[in-house]
């Protein structure tokens, strides 16, 4: 088969299409023929050795395609079913796991980090991570589904627990999973407020359903935030920048507010202010992806036509490097996806 491998850790440029060994499928486990992979910025770090460092390896978490062969034992899917894969491989058995919570896996593995990914035209997964393509979309669409639908999800829905009437701030509201984050937060009845860095990616933003947009870089977007809440503040504040926006994230939450924070793509280092936070009731989540059963209902949902990924560029597989640059120029609107 082909694939697009790292055999070193580096810029894009490490990023090579190649010939490569064909996965086999072994009991209980679902041969894939990837159709789509959608770019996540933890392919970035894994290729600059800033996360898992398996050499030489396959990136790619966001995984749609078809079913191409089963292992013994597999029922229940048929050969050339269209198929859409949740990310990651769990242990089954760990009491997080048998409790229905199995992103808190202490086992877990992220498809494309500690095992082979996406990046390649075929994949071996366990059977239980095959989900059937959410009707009436195309592959492209369905693989800019996973990480970014089923985090936001995850933060919103089941950790913040968001709810009709509330004042749900999105920090970096034009990316994959703010885009995700927008419309979730609009299909619970909340008021939207959206940060973005430039003009098209607000009226983006307002596109998919956000009441307001504010600039992050030329204003103090906290202070924005208060005015348009008559000084109370965001019941919701949705993170996954990190410290380049943590501390209006915080000023601009509302006393017995929720923080969820899924990433760190501008650092690992943010401060607390301790009196502030726990004089206030606030509560911070850290949040890692989602559940099976929190996918299930999200691609009910998708498939209801009531949520829509977001699309913004498709290259082939062979043009990875290329893809992985357009992640980095940070001017895309939406999710960057392979076509395989």
């Not at 789509?36 to 978490?61: F, M, Q, S, Y």
């Not at 639908?149 to 913040?160: G, I, N």
């Not at 920090?171 to 003009?199: E, K």
């Not at 977007?221 to 919701?236: C, K, P, S, Y």
């Amino acid at each position: 088969m082909k694939a697009a491998v790292i055999q070193k850790h580096g810029d894009a440029g490490v990023l090579e299409f190649l010939d490569w060994p064909e996965p086999q499928p072994g009991p209980g486990d679902v041969l894939v023929r990837v159709r789509a992979c959608a770019l996540n910025r933890r392919d970035i770090w894994v290729r600059r050795g800033l996360r898992e460092k398996r050499l030489p390896h396959i990136l790619g978490t966001d995984i749609a395609g078809e079913v191409a062969a089963l292992g013994p034992g597999v029922q229940g899917l048929t050969v050339g079913a269209k198929v859409l894969l949740y990310p990651v491989l769990t242990c089954g058995c760990c009491a997080f796991c048998l409790s229905g919570e199995e992103n808190a896996c202490s086992e877990l593995k992220v498809l494309g980090g500690a095992v082979d990914g996406g990046y390649a035209e075929l994949i071996t997964v366990p059977e239980k991570n095959v989900f059937a393509l959410p009707a009436g979309l195309t592959f492209t669409e369905a693989a800019s589904i996973p990480v970014a639908f089923l985090t936001a999800w995850h933060m919103l829905v089941t950790r913040c627990r968001v709810r009709p009437g509330e004042v749900v701030l999105i920090v970096g509201g034009a990316s994959g999973i703010g885009t995700a984050a927008i419309q979730i937060a609009r299909l619970f009845g909340a008021t939207v407020i959206a940060t973005a860095g430039s003009d098209d990616k607000r009226q983006r933003c307002r596109d998919l359903g956000a009441d307001h947009t504010l600039d992050h870089y030329k204003q103090p977007f906290a202070e924005e935030v208060r005015r348009l809440t008559e000084n109370r503040g965001a019941d919701v504040v949705f993170e996954h920048v990190g410290p380049a926006t943590w501390t209006e994230s915080l000023r601009a939450l509302a006393r017995k507010g929720r923080l969820a924070i899924c990433g760190q793509t501008t650092g690992n280092e943010v401060t607390l202010d301790l009196m502030g936070f726990f004089s206030q009731n606030q509560t911070i989540h850290g949040t890692f992806i989602g559940t099976g059963s929190e996918f299930f209902e999200l691609l009910r949902l998708v498939s209801a036509g009531r949520l829509r990924p977001v699309v913004d560029h498709v290259f082939p597989l062979a043009e990875a490097a290329k893809a992985h640059r357009r992640m980095e120029e940070g001017e895309h609107v939406g999710k960057i996806v392979l076509s395989v």
